[in-house]
């Protein structure tokens, strides 16, 4: 088997990447290494950005340094793999608005072009979409409570309705592939899946205040920087860790049920942003300083994955929760300490 992992040194793609080469798979990491993201985490940039790709290259991934808007340089290293999974992207809502045009070339043109590719091959293709797709609408729906917001019912299904209440730039390149695949799908009989994927964490994940605010609250706890909480801290996800998520693209390759699917760690894993700094606390035995600044905008308080079609046709969920995940989260950030501290707070 060979796979082709679009933005395979991104933090999910060198899961998805680590996960086939260790069942024996030939991968290629095709990545053009962005670093507008990394450049704003106050992190050693250059040291981090280089981070997943020297632990990809040691285990024998092959290494693409490339851009998925350049169709014929995808098109060339493609020809000859069995599946695409695309996790290339620009996922931060914060820079969609500061440059659009980054987000659309990337999320909308990057999807269309591994989409033409897999028409090309015939091969399948997965990709990643996001629950902000669904917008926020759902804040105006939510309950109180004392440490969450409540949503009845808890878990939310792909068939509720997309793009509503107010949105950024992402909201519409997001939800542009997700669309974009269905498309594929109906039209060209293509194998395809668009993961609508809640809040990931885990491993290689340098998540600064833009996205990935697991890893984010977890590396400042370890190098004592406050945290920063935009809202009440009562914003509820069901977060799932990356391995969950390779296991999720397996699944799919065996099954090849096409169409789009909520993937999350449903009910078992949903915590709020007060939810985990008392994980934190407790794995650290030390509570982090936090401070609260305004929600920003096209922020989402409430998802929380109902995983049943993912469970039906791809037979696959969820394993890990939060605390377990956490602490892995929390020992290699602790191995990793001086990247995070190099520069100031
Ligand atoms: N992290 C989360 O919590 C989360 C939640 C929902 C959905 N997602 C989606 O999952 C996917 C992976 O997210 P992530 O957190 O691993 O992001 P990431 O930023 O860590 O990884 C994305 C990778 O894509 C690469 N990339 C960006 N533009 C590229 C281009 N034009 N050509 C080639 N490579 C390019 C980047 O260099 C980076 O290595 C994205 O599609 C994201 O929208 C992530």
């Known amino acids: 088997m060979k796979v082709l992992v679009t933005g395979g040194c991104g933090f999910l793609g060198s899961h998805v990447c680590e996960f086939y080469i260790k069942k024996g798979a030939q991968v290629i ?28 290259k040691n285990l024998g991934v092959k290494m693409v340094k490339a851009d998925v808007r350049n169709l014929q340089e995808l098109l060339d290293n493609a020809t000859g ?95 542009a592939g997700d669309t974009y ?24 994940q340098f998540g600064g205040e833009d996205h990935g605010w697991v890893a984010n609250f977890a590396i400042r706890s370890v190098i004592d920087w406050p945290l920063t909480i935009f809202g009440t801290g009562k914003q509820v996800r069901d977060i799932i860790y990356a391995t969950d998520i390779c296991d999720a693209f397996d699944a799919f390759y065996r099954t090849r049920v096409p169409g789009v699917y909520n993937i999350g760690g449903g009910r078992m894993t949903m915590i709020s942003l007060l939810d985990c700094i008392d994980i934190l606390e407790k794995i650290n035995n030390k509570r982090p300083e936090f401070k609260f600044e305004p929600q920003r905008h096209g922020d989402l308080s409430y998802f929380v994955c109902d995983i049943s079609r993912a469970k039906k046709y791809l037979k696959w969920e969820p394993k890990i929760k939060p605390e377990e995940g956490i602490k892995k989260l929390i020992d290699w950030i602790i191995e990793n300490k001086s990247i995070f501290e190099k520069k100031g707070g």
């Open 29 to 56: 990491a095709y990545d053009n290494m962005t670093k507008h993201e990394l450049e704003r985490t106050g992190f050693a940039a250059e040291e981090a950005r280089n981070y997943n790709w020297n632990f990809l």
């Open 81 to 175: 793999c069995n599946y695409i999974i695309h996790t290339a992207a620009q996922p931060a809502m914060t820079i969609s608005w500061e440059n659009p045009e980054l987000d659309i070339t990337t999320n909308v043109m990057g999807t269309f072009n591994v989409l033409e590719i897999a028409r090309k091959l015939k091969i399948p293709v997965a990709a990643c979409a996001t629950i902000h797709i669904y917008g926020n609408k759902i804040n105006d729906s939510l309950k109180e409570g004392k440490k969450r917001y409540i949503h009845k019912p808890e878990g939310i299904s792909e068939d509720y309705p997309t793009l509503q209440g107010t949105l950024t730039p992402l909201h519409a390149s997001k939800a």
């Open 181 to 204: 695949m269905k498309v594929y799908i109906d039209t060209y009989k293509l194998e395809a899946a668009s993961f609508r994927l809640t809040g990931i964490y885990g491993t290689r």
